[in-house]
Nanobody
Framework: QVQLVESGGGLVPAGGSLRLSCVAS????????MSWFRQPPGKEREFVAA???????DYGDSVKGRFTISRDNAKNTVYLQMNSLEPHDTAVYYC?????????????????WGQGTQVTISS
């Protein structure tokens, strides 16, 4: 059984920064791609960022240049550094793990999901 536990969410003013963490347990962390998705209030879940087994990355258009995804395989952890936060970044942020090693924006390729962490940006 794979478990993903997110942390680091909170309330920050516009222009601020947050770093989300996701710790994985129950699998060989280094095998698969990891990603972050988010679900704004009243909207569908959307892709934020992904990192491949080898460290290749992909970002959603709305976060490119502001967010950075990284992973520490020794700690079984993936991070999302979020800078220049804006009110439209307000959402529940979910960590997801895939069996495949390549990056993908497609939710169905992600086998495991965390419970989510709330990020709220005040204007």
């Amino acid at each position: 059984q794979v478990q993903l536990v997110e942390s680091g969410g909170g309330l920050v003013p516009a222009g601020g920064s947050l770093r989300l963490s996701c710790v994985a347990s129950g699998r060989t962390f280094t095998n698969g791609a990891m990603s972050w998705f988010r679900q704004p209030p009243g909207k569908e879940r959307e892709f934020v960022a992904a990192i491949s087994r080898s460290g290749g990355t992909d970002y959603g258009d709305s976060v490119k240049g502001r967010f950075t995804i990284s992973r520490d395989n020794a700690k079984n952890t993936v991070y999302l550094q979020m800078n220049s936060l804006e009110p439209h970044d307000t959402a529940v942020y979910y960590c997801a793990a895939a069996s495949a090693g390549w990056v993908t924006r497609v939710e169905r390729y992600y086998n495991y999901w965390g419970q989510g962490t709330q990020v709220t940006i005040s204007s």
